[in-house]
Antibody, heavy 118, light 109 residues
């Protein structure tokens, strides 16, 4: 069974960079879409961005170029970097796996809360 | 960007009743790219339906999805106690950004 686990700091200072890693076990990291999604406390879901099995990426324009997603196949993990964070970036961050060809998400991490505060 | 609007915001039902949740899109897109998720407090979302009408592995048969164009529906034929949760629709068409609806809360009446 595929399992995803997010890890990273739970507290980030304003203007700094949020960095999270998603470790993948129970299946190959190659050949699938890998995605980050976030959910501010008490609110809905927001797609952050995806890396596809081709190696290409797409990001949410609302995040205005602050996002980078990368995959390290040798370590079976993928990462999120979000620069210049503000309090509005406080959220539970989820990693998720899409299918080979579509961006619906069957496998999710349990989520990690990141708070932006000084 | 395709905006998804879910209705109602809150649906109050008793166990055994039928639940009908709506997801309306700001522009038409292929039904091949519409998914539904269930989320319970403190948990990650769970995929229920993809391609508008295909049940994900392990999802009970009382959940069904339908629709096309701009109007999509998730139906729970007879609500069970474990079904009370938040539900989100998501479009994942060929042109990101992928977007989610704001959610419908299914609560016990």
């Amino acid at each position: 069974q595929v399992q995803l686990q997010e890890s990273g700091p739970g507290l980030v200072k304003p203007s700094e960079t949020l960095s999270l890693t998603c470790s993948v076990s129970g299946g190959s990291i190659s050949g699938f879409h890998w995605t980050w999604i976030r959910q501010p406390p008490g609110k809905g879901l927001e797609w952050i961005g995806s890396m596809y099995n081709t190696g290409s990426t797409n990001y949410n324009p609302s995040l205005k170029g602050r996002v980078t997603i990368s995959v390290d196949t040798s370590k079976s993990h993928f990462s999120l970097s979000l620069t210049s964070v503000t309090a509005a970036d406080t959220a539970v961050y989820y990693c998720a796996r899409g299918s080979v060809s579509s961006a619906y998400f069957y496998f999710w991490g349990q989520g990690t809360l990141v708070t932006v505060s000084s | 960007e395709i905006v998804l609007t879910q209705s109602p915001g809150t649906l109050s039902l008793s166990p055994g009743e039928r639940a009908t949740l709506s997801c309306r899109a700001s522009q038409s897109f292929s039904s091949a790219y519409l998914a539904w998720y269930q989320q319970k407090p403190g948990q990650a979302p769970r995929l229920l339906i993809y391609a508008a009408g295909s049940r994900a592995t392990g999802v009970p048969g009382r959940f069904s999805g339908s629709g096309s164009g701009t109007d999509f529906t998730l139906t729970i034929s007879r609500v069970e106690p474990e079904d009370f949760a938040m539900y989100y629709c998501q479009q994942y068409g060929s042109s990101p950004p992928y977007t989610f609806g704001q959610g419908t809360k299914l609560e016990i009446k």
